[in-house]
Antibody, heavy 123, light 109 residues
Framework: EVQLLESGGGLVQPGGSLRLSCAASGFTFNIYAMSWVRQAPGKGLEWVSGIVGDGSTIYYADSVKGRFRISRDNSKKMLYLQMNSLRAEDTALYYC????????????????WGQGTMVTVSS | EIVLTQSPGTLSLSPGDRATLSCRASQSISSNYLAWYQQKRGQPPRLLIYGASTRATGIPDRFSGSGSGTDFTLHISSLEPGDFALYHC??????????FGQGTTVEIK
């Protein structure tokens, strides 16, 4: 079964750090671009960051650039998001998501999503 | 950044009704790189439509997408009880940032 499972969320004070993890299974992880997408309580979806299959190309939303870092370990089928200098507005459910299609030079919509891990930034 | 505006915010309909959801982009979306997702409470989004009009695997044919350029539409031909949910549009492709609309809730009238 194709599956993504996030972990690492929690309550953190403003200015603090967290590292989110996403364990992938059931598909050839290293050929797919992966992304982090977040959803603040009661709000819509916001793309946060994306990384191609071999890790050579990475993008970030302006709202997290310079504070968050995405990475992947293809040998372990893991995706990560290191979040530093956290702010109250980073409070959200963080999903990892898999691109629909691999290797066609285009960033795709997401056909597989995890259940999400909640990050709460509050003093 | 391409801003996606979904309308209406809430659609109140009855089972069996036809639903029409709109997604308007602030600039033209190349190659119709526009997707639709359904999200039920407490669940992650589910991909319904990509490329503006291609149904994802396992999506019933009562869901259809249309449009090009800046105006896109999701149609649900005859609402079933499980279709009452939140719907998001999403633009993707070659140049980030990729953005989502704010969502349309389809609720039971």
């Amino acid at each position: 079964e194709v599956q993504l499972l996030e972990s690492g969320g929690g309550l953190v004070q403003p200015g603090g750090s967290l590292r989110l993890s996403c364990a992938a299974s059931g598909f050839t992880f290293n050929i797919y671009a992966m992304s982090w997408v977040r959803q603040a309580p009661g709000k819509g979806l916001e793309w946060v960051s994306g990384i191609v299959g071999d890790g050579s190309t990475i993008y970030y939303a302006d709202s997290v650039k310079g504070r968050f870092r995405i990475s992947r370990d293809n040998s372990k089928k893991m995706l990560y998001l290191q979040m530093n200098s956290l702010r109250a507005e980073d409070t959200a459910l963080y999903y990892c998501a898999k691109d629909l299609i691999s290797g066609n030079g285009v960033w795709e919509p997401y056909d597989i999503w995890g259940q999400g891990t909640m990050v709460t930034v509050s003093s | 950044e391409i801003v996606l505006t979904q309308s209406p915010g809430t659609l109140s309909l009855s089972p069996g009704d036809r639903a029409t959801l709109s997604c308007r982009a602030s600039q033209s979306i190349s190659s119709n790189y526009l997707a639709w997702y359904q999200q039920k409470r407490g669940q992650p989004p589910r991909l319904l439509i990509y490329g503006a009009s291609t149904r994802a695997t396992g999506i019933p044919d009562r869901f259809s997408g249309s449009g090009s350029g800046t105006d896109f539409t999701l149609h649900i031909s005859s609402l079933e009880p499980g279709d009452f949910a939140l719907y998001h549009c999403h633009q993707y492709g070659r140049s980030p940032p990729w953005t989502f609309g704010q969502g349309t809730t389809v609720e039971i009238k």
